[in-house]
């Protein structure tokens, strides 16, 4: 089997690897794969499209919100894989809300 093939046809036999249940040896063994393309492919494939790639979602000002507490640490959330969302000490529940909706509306 060629190794050079390009990024779609990887990307379809890591989907299809991951959704056999196999291991990756079991899998390249079966379908008569190179054991490391599918290892570097996988890592390649499971990486995020660069942020510029992803649309801006722009919302506006919240009313209300103490600056002072937007130094303190925030806490990083990975959606699905494919967002990545800080959210800071001061985010309140529902302007999240009006933040996963919009991104949401997106796809």
């Given at each position: 089997m060629n190794e050079r093939r390009g990024r779609e046809y990887w990307s379809r036999q890591v989907a299809e690897w991951r959704c056999s249940g196999l291991?990756?040896?079991?899998?390249c063994e079966r379908h008569g794969l190179p054991y490391w393309s599918l290892c570097r492919w996988a890592g390649k494939v499971a990486q995020p499209p660069a942020p510029e790639s992803q649309p801006l979602v722009e919302l506006g000002p919240l009313a209300g919100v103490d600056v002072g507490a937007e130094q303190r640490a925030a806490i990083e959330l990975v959606v699905a894989d494919r967002y990545v969302l800080r959210l800071w000490p001061s985010v309140r529940a529902a302007h999240l809300r009006e933040v996963l909706a919009a991104l949401e509306d997106v796809r």
């Amino acid at each position: 089997m060629n190794e050079r093939r390009g990024r779609e046809y990887w990307s379809r036999q890591v989907a299809e690897w991951r959704c056999s249940g196999l291991s990756k040896k079991a899998y390249c063994e079966r379908h008569g794969l190179p054991y490391w393309s599918l290892c570097r492919w996988a890592g390649k494939v499971a990486q995020p499209p660069a942020p510029e790639s992803q649309p801006l979602v722009e919302l506006g000002p919240l009313a209300g919100v103490d600056v002072g507490a937007e130094q303190r640490a925030a806490i990083e959330l990975v959606v699905a894989d494919r967002y990545v969302l800080r959210l800071w000490p001061s985010v309140r529940a529902a302007h999240l809300r009006e933040v996963l909706a919009a991104l949401e509306d997106v796809r």
